[in-house]
């Protein structure tokens, strides 16, 4: 068994509905991430791609890349020589992000590829960054993923990971709470006319594992020099791995 929220489904359950869950708000993903965060996700993608040493020619992949916003920030680190592939489970965000990119009049910045992070259909050593926001924890298994990510990479590539995380100061630990549980569902049912998606997406996050012990993960599948950082009181966090 594993999580979906605050429930145990079989793992293949989960597959189905996390798909039906990103199939329903693709449309206002961008829209409900700018409410849930107050722009705050926007400063946290820039400082995440700012600092990931990425540069001019160099090839990346960007899991669960969605509507495309980290890719568009590699983009403008690898340039012309560079490649950047845009890969996710669910057809609808890929849509929404090409049709996001076709309104920026960029409809040829990346490749986008419908694949699934635990079984990735790329050779072995074939990048130099492989990034992922918000995407991992709705990953059924996460272990394997993590070891995927760690077969792409190049020697001397970095994994770096964006995520929702463990709150550390109590005040701010239940003001989060209150904006999650009660403020959130409601948003999505108002924006996006779906509040059982947005329960779910805050409950997982409460399931996610914290800072600590996805480190933990990470070196279990033989990433070095793993590191992390809290963002905003540990709302989320990036944490970084390199393949030596």
Do not use: C
């Amino acid at each position: 068994m594993t999580d979906f929220g605050y429930r145990d489904v079989a793992p293949e359950e989960k597959t189905r509905l996390v798909g039906g869950v990103f199939s329903s708000v693709a449309d206002r993903y961008d829209v409900m991430n700018d409410l849930m965060s107050v722009g705050i996700h926007r400063l946290w993608k820039r400082h995440f791609v700012g600092q990931a040493g990425i540069r001019s020619g160099q090839r990346v992949l960007d899991l669960a890349g969605g509507t495309g916003d980290i890719a568009e920030l590699v983009r403008g680190r690898v340039g012309a020589k560079g490649e950047v592939l845009v890969a996710d489970i669910n057809r609808e965000m890929l849509e929404a992000g090409r049709r996001r990119m076709d309104d920026r009049g960029r409809p040829d910045a990346f490749e986008w590829l419908q694949v699934n992070a635990e079984s990735l259909p790329f050779g072995d050593r074939r990048f130099d960054h492989v990034t992922i926001a918000f995407g991992l924890r709705n990953v059924t298994d996460k272990e394997q993923a993590l070891a995927e990510m760690h077969r792409v990479l190049k020697p001397g590539g970095r994994l770096h990971i964006l995520e929702f995380s463990k709150v550390s100061p109590p005040p701010v630990r239940k003001a989060y709470d209150f904006w999650s549980f009660q403020v959130l569902p409601r948003l999505g049912q108002l924006v996006a006319s779906d509040r059982n998606s947005y329960q779910y997406l805050a409950e997982s996050i409460r399931r996610f594992p914290d800072q600590e012990k996805l480190a933990g993960m990470l070196r279990e599948v033989g990433f070095e020099r793993v590191k992390w950082e809290n963002l905003s009181a540990g709302i989320a966090a990036i944490h970084r791995g390199a393949r030596v």
